[in-house]
């Protein structure tokens, strides 16, 4: 890996993956609002049919066809039957097209039991917007830790299982796009907890063995704040001690006893998921890039809270929010 | 048919859950404790109520695993040993049994068992195809979780069989498996799929699906896939009754689930969509297990205020603190900084815990046992630590 890293934005294909519910969709989300913030005209295709990444915009419902949900900023759900009849009618002439309905469901079905089929219907979907430069970025919300090695190396899948016909045509010009660092890469989420942080390890170690497709970044979310900075928590401690508690629950007027319990909490952990992250960083291959997402408390999710973590990646990026 | 016996009146405690029951399933989304709870709900049978006890487990945390000693065993079933009891200062009075799922065994034996004869059981295991498929369509893993259940239970080894159930996108999914397995092999479209070998010039209704998808995937790739459904297919009679048996299994009495919840909005909203599609199954939900909440001084109204005080009069209180001597603290800078933030993360913590206290209501709303487990100190990674989360749902 002698070349330096392509800056996450200047890419064109974005594969967003993780562990279910560490925050792919909010991630995804908030690196399209960037995106478009930075004048950039940028899609999000949620690979999820039954996904929520209109929630995350407090837009319409996403469907198919993409829908602007901000200037510069359009939204999208896979749907690979739609994907194989708009294939289909790009590249089969027009007097098959009417029977095109029943077809396509019954190779959607073949399409689910056959390796790779599926896989690239979507994958092939957002490579072809890159391809025809429909947008200058796509951001995939793609399947979770244990599906996406099987979407981004589908070409390869493809390749040794089909011999011939119009899918095996199709993996030439998809793997030129998703194995070209400069123009693809994956985003892996991540949060400061066992599991995830395993899995994030897993995942690396399989799209570096599996596929050819280049790692980005590790986006950590759910970072928490640090509570006591130097000293401070033995000024905590001299607080807390029997005797001065009291004295400053009369100076107070109140029994400050929760504070202190919820101040304990909030360090535990705080200091359980530091753990978790130094794990990671540990275990990391070095020369992916960390970024680090904080714990949202006032909104979770939705648009207000897609917007605070495009803020806090900007930082991380250093960009201009 | 027998008449469908009149479901038990949910337990009013888990250690009657427990003695009562032969076959727990704890289900919710992924993260939210489903392998935890399950390992400790066996740990606390096992020292509480004795026999034998078996936690099928899935996707234990790697520490977890190493405690239980579950390390290089697969599907094979293992004791966990005294000395992991000991360890945690007890004496179990009957015996704990861990197990974990190993998909491409629990494959290989459901073809051994089902395929005809020896020559289609060779053939069908090495199809190149196999192992994609089993991997991929009816969420295999959810079928599989359920078919070493209906194996174990059958054989009658054990007193009380914990399972943990896989982590699905959707928790709903392992419930439909067997159904779904089922319908797959008698799916029109699969007895389609495998024509060719029959009748494929013959029928002119699948004429044009055929030379379309030559052109698409190519013909030799087809007849691979159907090869493949063909020998597949010769195990339906055995597939199709078995699953009809697993379903039985998990309508019973005897069964009941325990659905697992943090109060983060996503996990909730997949929980009570479960606890309804129980309802709807007429399966028996046992207790639901609320798990990683903040206690509830966070919405206490006069703690609440108090942070809010202290936020707002912390250089005040720091001036006074460091001039009565209090702690023998000197620097009221420092004071007021260490004042704020307990403050200021108390009140942080209050919107969670508020949105938690909403969650938790709308999800109580269901009779029934309902346990709510706080954050513990660390990860659960041992014995001792199951016994501790053990005795929060005991209680
Ligand atoms: N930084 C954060 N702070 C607090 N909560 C978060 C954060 N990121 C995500 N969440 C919570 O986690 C939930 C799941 O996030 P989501 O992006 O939908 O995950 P995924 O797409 O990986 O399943 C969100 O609904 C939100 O409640
Ligand atoms: N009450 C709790 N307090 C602290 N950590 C917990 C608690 N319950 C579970 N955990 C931890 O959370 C992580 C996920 O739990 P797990 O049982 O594996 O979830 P699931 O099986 O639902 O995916 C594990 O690391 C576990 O140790
Ligand atoms: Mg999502
Ligand atoms: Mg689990």
New binding site residues.
């Given amino acids: 890996m002698a070349a330096p890293a392509v800056p996450l934005l200047d890419r064109r294909l974005l594969f967003v993956t993780g562990k279910g519910g560490v925050g792919k969709t909010t991630v995804a989300s908030a690196l399209g609002v960037l995106a478009a913030r930075q004048g950039k005209r940028t899609l999000v295709c949620e690979f999820d049919a039954k996904g929520n990444l209109a929630d995350f915009f407090g837009s319409e419902p996403t469907a198919f066809d993409p829908i602007e949900v901000h200037q510069g900023l359009f939204a999208m759900s896979m749907d690979t039957e739609e994907s194989l009849k708009e294939y289909l009618r790009l590249q089969i002439k027009v007097p098959l097209l009417a029977k095109i309905g029943p077809l396509a469901r019954t190779l959607d079905f073949v399409a689910n039991a056959a390796p790779g089929v599926k896989e690239i219907l979507t994958v092939g979907k957002v490579a072809w917007e890159v391809k025809e430069g429909h947008y200058d970025l796509v951001i995939a919300d793609a399947a979770a830790s244990g599906h996406v090695v099987a979407q981004i190396s589908a070409p390869q899948a493809i390749g040794e299982l089909v011999k011939v016909g119009l899918v095996r045509e199709q993996t030439g010009w998809l793997s030129e796009i998703l194995d070209d660092a400069a123009t693809t890469g994956t985003v892996i989420v991540s949060a400061p907890?066992?599991?995830p942080v395993s899995e994030t390890l897993e995942l690396a170690d399989r799209i570096r063995a599996d596929t050819r497709v280049d790692i980005a970044a590790v986006a950590v979310n759910r970072v928490l704040p640090e509570l006591f900075g130097r000293g401070e928590e033995e000024v905590f401690e001299a607080l807390a001690a029997p005797g001065a508690r009291e004295r400053l629950d009369a100076l107070v007027g109140h029994p400050t006893s929760p504070l202190f319990d919820a101040a304990r909490l909030a360090v535990t952990l705080r200091r359980t998921r530091a753990e978790h992250l130094d794990r990671l960083r540990r275990e990391l291959p070095a020369d992916i890039p960390l970024l680090y997402l904080p714990e949202l408390f006032t909104r979770t999710h939705g648009s207000r809270a897609t917007h605070q973590v495009a803020e806090a990646l900007a930082a991380e990026l250093g960009l201009e929010a | 048919m027998a008449k469908k016996p009149a479901p038990l009146p949910p337990p009013a405690t888990f250690e009657q859950l427990l003695s009562t029951r032969e076959i727990v399933v704890t289900c919710?989304s992924?993260?939210?404790?489903?392998?935890?709870?399950a390992a400790a709900a066996g740990a606390m049978a096992a020292v509480h109520l004795g026999g034998k006890v078996l936690v099928l487990t899935v996707?234990p945390?790697r520490r977890?695993a190493t405690a239980l000693g579950l390390e290089q065993f697969g599907n094979v079933e293992t004791q966990v040993p005294a000395e992991a009891f000991a360890a945690a200062g007890v004496e179990p009075r009957g015996e704990l049994w861990v197990a974990m799922l190993d998909m491409k065994a629990s494959w290989d034996d459901l073809v051994e068992r089902y395929a005809p004869d020896e020559e289609t059981r060779e053939a069908i295991l090495a199809n190149p195809l196999y192992q994609n498929i089993t991997g991929k369509f009816v969420q295999s893993h959810d079928y599989i979780a359920m078919e070493r259940l209906y194996e174990i239970h059958v054989s009658g080894r054990y007193d009380l069989i914990i399972v943990?159930t896989p982590?699905t996108r959707n928790a709903i999914d392992f419930l439909e498996a067997p159904e779904r397995m089922a319908d797959f092999f008698s799916s029109r479209l699969l007895r389609w799929l495998t024509a060719p070998a029959r009748s494929r010039i013959l029928s002119t209704a699948s004429k044009p699906f055929y030379s379309m998808a030559d052109r698409i995937l190519g013909s030799q790739f087809l007849q691979d896939i159907a090869d493949f459904f063909l020998l597949f297919q010769t195990m339906y009679d055995g597939f199709v009754e078995r699953a009809r048996s697993i379903e039985r299994t998990l309508a019973d009495r005897s069964t009941t689930f325990i659905v697992?919840s943090t109060l983060d909005t996503a996990p909730a909203r997949e929980a009570e969509f479960f606890i309804e599609a129980l309802s709807e199954r007429e399966l028996n939900l046992g207790a639901l297990v609320l798990?990683?909440v903040l206690p509830p001084f966070f919405v206490d109204p006069d703690a609440g205020a108090t942070a809010e005080q202290v936020c707002r009069e912390s250089a005040d209180l720091a001036e006074r603190v460091v001039a009565d001597g209090v702690g023998g603290l000197t620097d009221a800078g420092q004071v007021t900084r260490v004042l704020r933030e307990m403050g200021e993360s108390f009140v942080n913590y209050r919107v969670v815990a508020t949105r938690e206290a909403e969650e938790a209501a709308v999800l109580g709303e269901r009779p029934g046992l309902v346990a709510a487990?706080?954050?513990?100190e660390s990860?659960?990674?041992d014995v001792a630590g199951l016994l501790e989360?053990g005795e929060r749902l005991w209680t």
């Fill in positions: 907890e066992e599991m | 919710g992924g993260g939210v404790g489903k392998t935890t709870t996707d945390a977890l943990d982590p697992v798990n990683k487990v706080p954050y513990l990860d659960v990674h989360l």
